[in-house]
Structure formats: C-alpha cells, structure tokens
C-alpha cells in the first residue's frame, strides 16, 4: 500500500540509550500517601474544580470540569479524600505553581460506576464531548486536547491518519514499551479515529530501532485484517518523531508553520493517545494514568504504570535515584525540560523522567564565537540557517531573526547537539521568541489603549455634533414661529457675506445650549464642601487637556 | 542551570581546526620532499608569529587568552599564509605578513569568526602589492641543500637567480607577451607534464587532502566542485577558442594555488558564503576571477584578489540564496489562501 518513504533534511543520530529501560516490563506503581491532580494539564483552558475540600471521591470521578470545547476534563485516579484545592509546584521549567486539587487516597481504590457509552451508535459529536468529558488529550507531549483533532473539518473526510510510536528521542521507552504491550488496543484506538476523521488509511509508524514492538503491531495489525491500516517502519533519526517530520516521511507532504496538517489531508496522534481513546469509548475509562519512563543516572531504569498526580520523587523513590545526580529532566535530553522541584506531580505530558548525572551529560564546556561552519544548517530538520537565526537573535535584531523565520523552529537541540563552538543555540532562539512574545504583548496593549482613547474622543465629538444638528434642526423650524427672533442673529452675521444661514443658527444654538449648561451647572455647584470643589476642579482639568488634546490630533471624523 | 539539549555531539573548534592541519600534511610532505626544508622554517616562523600575535591581541582585548589560543585557529591561518608564499622568502616578511592576517585581519574586525577577508589571503595580497620581484621567486625543482635554504630563509645572502625563476602562470605571461604560443612556452624547464615542474604534484596532493577534509565532513562538496568546475570550464573554452594563446584546462588545475585555492582557502567558513547555492556562486566566482586575472593581469596569480573580492560579495550571496524553509517549499494546496 505504502511503498515509498520521504525523508526530512538533517536530523542527528545520538546514541538511542533506549535499552536499560526496555529490559522489565511495564511496573504498576503503588500510590502514594498524596497525590497531586493539577486542574491544567493540556493546552487551553484550565477546568473548573467540582469538588471542595473535605469531600470524598471514587477512582474516575471527575474533579476538574472542562471550561468550554477548547479544554478537557480531569478526574480522580483513585478513590479518597480532597485533602486540598490549592496552586502547587508544576513539572515546569519555571517552577512555578498552578491550581490542582490534593488527594489523600483511601486505599480502597473504589471506581465510580462507569459511564457506558455506545460509541458505535453515536454522533461524531457526541463522542467527541465524551472524550472532552473523559479528559483525553495527545500523550506525545503537546497535551492538545484530542477530541478538538478528531474532527475532519470542512472536507468531511481525511486521507492519512498517522499514529505516531517513532519515539525518536533517546532514552524515552514509554511508547515503545505500550507498544510491545497492548499493540491491539492501539489498533482498536486508532481505527475508531479512523472512523472520526472519515480517514482513507491509517499508518502507524515508528523507528526501526524498536523491532519488538514492530512485530507486536504488525501481527495484530494480520489479527485486525484491516486493509486501511498498515503499521511502517521509518529510519530511525532524530527528530523522525516529531509530527511535521513523520508526516513528511509519510506522506511527503510538509506542513509549514502556522498550519494545521488537517489542511493537507493529514492528521496525527500519539500511539497512548489511540489507546486512551480505546479505553475510553470500550470501557468508560478516564484518562487518569499514563506510562512514564524513568531512567538515566538510576539504579533500576524501568518504565511504570502510573496514576497521575503521582509526585516525581515517588517515582525516582522507585527506581532507585543515584547519589550523584546533579540535574532532573521531563522529557528526552533533546527537548526534556529541567525540573525545578522534584516534588512536582507527574501530569499527562509526563512522558520520562531522565536523571542527569556530570558523567551522563557533561556539563557544557565554554560557548566560543560562532565560526560559521554550518554544521547547524546540515542537521536543521526545518532546513533553517540556525547560525543566522543566533546571530540575529545575539545582537536583539528580533525583526532578522523573524525574516529568517525563528518561529519556524522546532527547538529540537539538533542544530546545538553537533555545534563545534559548544553555543547554547536553542537557549538563543527561546529568548528571541519571549522577546518578540512580550513586545507583541505591549504593542498590543498599547494599540487597544489608543483605539480606546480615540473612540471616546470620536463619541465625544460626535455626541456634540449631533446635540447641535439638533438644536440647529430645532432652531430652523422655529423663524417663521418668531422671525425677531431669527432676525437678529441673522443681522449679526449678515456682514461676513456669503456664509451659510444655517451654520449661524448652529453657532446661535450652540451658545444657546452653553448657556443653558452654564446656568444648569450653576444650580448644582451651590454650596460645595472644599473636597468636591477640588474634584471638580480637577475633572475640569481633565476635560480640558482632553479637549486641547481632541483638538490637536482628533483622526477620527 | 542549564536547558536542553543536554547530549552534545564530541566536537569541538579545536577538533576541526586540528583536522584541516592534519589535512594540510600530505602536500607539506610533498613541497618538502620536491623542494627542500624551507618550507618547514617558514611554517615554524609563520606559527611562532601567529600565536604570539594572536595571544597579544587577545590580552590587549581582555579576552581568555589560553583558551582562544588552544582553538587552533591561528596555526591554521599561519599553515595557509606559509604554504600559499613563495618557499624560500627572508623571514620578516613572513612576520609581517601573518602579523597583518591575524592582527588586522582577524582580530581588529572582532576575532574569530567576525572577520570579512580570509585573513592567509590578506597576508598574501599584503605582501605582492608591497614587495612584487621577492613574490615573484619561486624555487624551480633543481633544488638546493638545506643549509643554503635556511640561510636565505634567516637573512642571509640571497643569490636566489640561480636556483629560482618565474613560476610557469608567469613564463606562460610573459612568453605569451613576447608572441610565442603556449605550447613553446611550455618547452621550458619550469615546466613538468601539464603545469609547473614538481608543483603539478604538490598540486595534487593539496587535493587528496582536500578530499580527506570532505571525507570527515569538515568542509561539503559545493566549494571544491564549483571552483575547480568553474576553472575549468572557463579555461577550457578559451583554450578551444584559440589553444596557442590560452593554456588547457589541466595547466590551470595543476599550476598555482588552484588545488590549495579550490579546497583550503575559499572553503574557510567565516569569511565564505554559507548556504549551498551561496557556495556554488561564491567557489565559481573565485574561479572566474582568477582565470581573468592569469589570463589578463599583472599578477603571477589570481587566487587571492579573486578570494578577497568574493569575500566582499558573501553578506549579498548569502542573503539572495537562502534555501527554503520547512513547509515553505512549495505552496499550500488551497493555493495560500489561508
């Protein structure tokens, strides 16, 4: 069916260091006496609490409800007690903390009644608010929530589904090892997608550095006998797993930045995400764990089943953390994030945790000057120029950097994994993107304060024009009721020939209506302690700055 | 506190500038096998100058000395300065030559990696356009014992007429002026098979280690394939234009800097173009202007104006070739209507 593979440009091939965490099977993690269940694990937004302190729930139950379509619920993973609703430290670069609810399982582990749901009856609809509801998002570690993917857009159908197992990083198994244990379930997951997204064929791909896992997928694959669906090997290379580039191996089709591969036809999930949905739809299961690796500088490397919320430290407990670790990572070496507080909860993009010891990853030698080699640009797999990009970036010229197109990078280390000059690259192209994030931010910020300003100043103007048409109106309809008194207004204008009877009724009604607001002002400044005279004394003020300034550069007409 | 990648490749500046020496070792053999030690005095002279250059620059511009130094990015420029200047040159002028290279070259333009000019092909320039006739001496294959070339080399009588000439890019010249044709000029001594006598092989093996630098992937194909296609494409449609006047395709690979050109010198990454069209236009360039210069200018050779003047042109190469993006190759099927 498919019988020719793409290749993406650049790529490096690090050592996989994949083998010391495959060696035991996946372990089911016992609980720990807390667990900490963040409201805001995925992209968009965070869920509303719907317990309180003190209640008791049961394994499932959900306690975070989505706040609007663009959000996924969260649940419970076992039954017991909200010790807490509170912000706590989150597996997070910056530390910082964020709403989750703490709580102290009982050790029963009673499971909520499970909700049925008839997935093969049920509209597209209505099985995607059941997955918002269940609380499944992508497990590759974008956390998008996958009930937003799962809809085929405008065209009503989709041609290629990838279910991605590449797992292209090293040291990250946890895919790998879902794979050689539940590969028909995988299948199962993914050809309820299929059915979502009206997809032509399902390719569920991965490196040739995971043979176990292929044969596992492809003789379930046989077991299923859907001819749609077909399992591919693609060249181990890093980054051959992230999304664009499975695709564009694939499919030959690129995806540029800013679009979404529904555009071209091609829609992606992680292999655990095809299972949660399976479990989800088959047996009313929430997503509530999730298989995490953790090896690196560990006594005992080994991936484990387990519930999220779980603290990090419980599971390093597990594994046997080595005495000199220097450095916890979330995630590869390539793109893995460091961990500030080991007892941050593992969350649903917890996909590894890699412990760093000065002998597993050095510590980077000295940055030298850019020599301009290129060895960056020949491992780019954006095909970007990355030493223009961190020249640009070096010298705060963001306006460069973007023209090169900085946004376009994946931050996948590549270009800083082979650069002779040891340059902390990616750290470069970070803080030329938060720079040009926040000056977007202020630019923002002060445009919509300027379309404010200018909007009221317009009302202010058209207000007063529209009292003086009306007063004008009012004036013009009354000379033939009083005609002395339209005369003499009329005789003071007469010498400045030529002019618009009508403008000077306007000016006669306009100092008319002063005067009226002058005497109506009057009435209700009688008697003022000094504390309101100041305050009117100052909105004067402010009226009349606002006024000189309406008058100087009013745009608006 | 550091981020991600936390794996780097084992690389390092200092690793690729020890490979293109080791690279450079092959025709250093040879030129010292064919011509006698003074080669090896000049690379010693041109290196004891470059550090010291180089480490007071550095100090002068309160920068890590020790550091910078174990780079290697001197001794590389020192290597090139002596392989590309005439063998047997009184030792001031190669002082001041790689003085000029690394102290205004390189570091008055902001150091390693900032400077605009190949900083070996200044030296040369430097040196031609202030002392021509002593540039213009080149050992033929005769020979002379190594006392005598370290005395020449160290300041001592310099009665070089007798075991030095013109190189064959000069006799070719002046032959040509005085109306022979080319293949009567060619009868001459200086020269060998198809270019000069002795350096027709010093040649080639600046191109084996040329090939052994793309071989460990320190330089790509682009440089040495447009420059050496571009020589020869030229040179030979002259040549079949009218062979009495224009010297084969095979006489300008082999003969001057051709092979130390197309492999060592326009393929120095800071001061070439860096993107892969960028390549090809920046090593064709250099080509055509050397050949323009060989063919129709003053000078025994073109290579290092030609670099130079490219040199100048790699900020607007690199800007009119940049590849295109990931995704932003060909338009999106709805034809960019998004």
Known sequence: MLNKLFSFNGGVKPDPNKSASTREPIARLALPPQLVIPLHQHIGGTPRPLVTVGSTVLGGQRIGAPDGNVSSAVHAPTSGRVVAIEPRPMPHASGLSSPAVVIEPDGLDTAIERELFDWHAAAPGEIRDFLRDAGVVGLGGAVFPSHLKLNPGKSGHTDTLVINGAECEPFITCDDMLMRAEPGNILRGALIMQRMLAAKQVLVALEDNKPEAAAALKSAARALGHASLEVVVVPTRYPAGGAKQLIRVLTGIEVPHGSRSTDFGVQCFNVATALAVWRALEHGEPLTRRIVTVTGNVERPRNFDVAIGTPISHLFAAAGLKPDTDKLIMGGPMMGIPLPNIDAPVVKATNCLLASSPTLFAPPEPELPCIRCGECARACPADLQPFELYWHSRARNFGRAQEYKLFDCIECGCCAYVCPSHIPLVDYYRYAKSEIWARERDKDAADSARERFEFRNWRADREKEEKAAKLAARNAAKPAVKPADGAAPAADVAPSAGEDPKKALIEAAMARARAQKEAVAAKNTDALTPAQQAQIDAAEERRKRASELSGSDAPVK | ?338
């Open chain 2, 1 to 338: 506190m550091y981020n991600s990648p936390y794996l780097r490749q084992n690389t390092s500046v200092r690793r690729v500038m020890v490979t293109v020496l080791v690279a450079m070792l092959p025709a250093i053999a040879m030129q010292v096998w064919l011509f006698g030690i003074g080669l090896l005095l000049q690379i010693a002279i041109a290196s004891a100058t470059a550090l010291a250059c180089e480490a007071a620059m550095l100090s002068l511009r309160r920068r890590p000395v020790a550091r910078a130094l174990g780079d290697g990015s001197a001794l590389v420029t020192a290597w090139l300065i002596a392989v590309c200047l005439p063998p047997l040159l009184p030792w001031w002028m190669i002082v001041i030559g790689t003085s000029f290279a690394i102290i205004i070259g390189k570091h008055l333009y902001g150091g390693l990696g900032q400077n605009p000019f190949n900083p070996a092909m200044l030296a040369y320039c430097v040196l031609i356009i202030s002392f021509p006739a002593l540039m213009s001496q080149w050992p033929g294959l005769q020979g002379s014992d190594a006392a005598t070339q370290l005395n020449w080399v160290l300041g001592g009588e310099r009665a070089l007429d007798a075991v030095t000439g013109a190189t064959p890019l000069d006799a070719l010249r002046t032959g040509l002026l005085g109306n022979a044709d080319v293949s009567a000029v060619m009868q001459s001594p200086a020269f060998g098979h198809v270019a000069g006598a002795g350096w027709e092989w010093v040649a080639l093996a600046w191109g084996a280690g040329g090939l052994l630098l793309l071989a460990l992937r320190i330089i790509t194909w682009h440089i040495p394939a447009a420059f050496l296609g571009a020589m020869a494409l030229v040179s030979g449609v002259a040549w079949l234009i009218d062979p009495s006047h224009y010297a084969s395709p095979a006489f300008h690979l082999l003969a001057g800097g051709t092979m130390l050109g197309a492999f060592f010198i326009a393929t120095d990454p800071v001061s070439g173009a860096t993107t892969p069209r960028g390549k090809l236009i920046f090593a064709a360039g250099i080509a055509l202007i050397a050949w323009l210069i060989r063919a129709f200018g003053a000078y025994p050779d073109g290579i290092a104006f030609a670099v130079l003047l490219l040199n100048i042109c790699v900020p607007l190469i690199d800007i009119k070739t940049q590849p295109p993006v990931f995704g932003h190759k060909v338009e999106p099927p709805d034809g960019g209507a998004r």
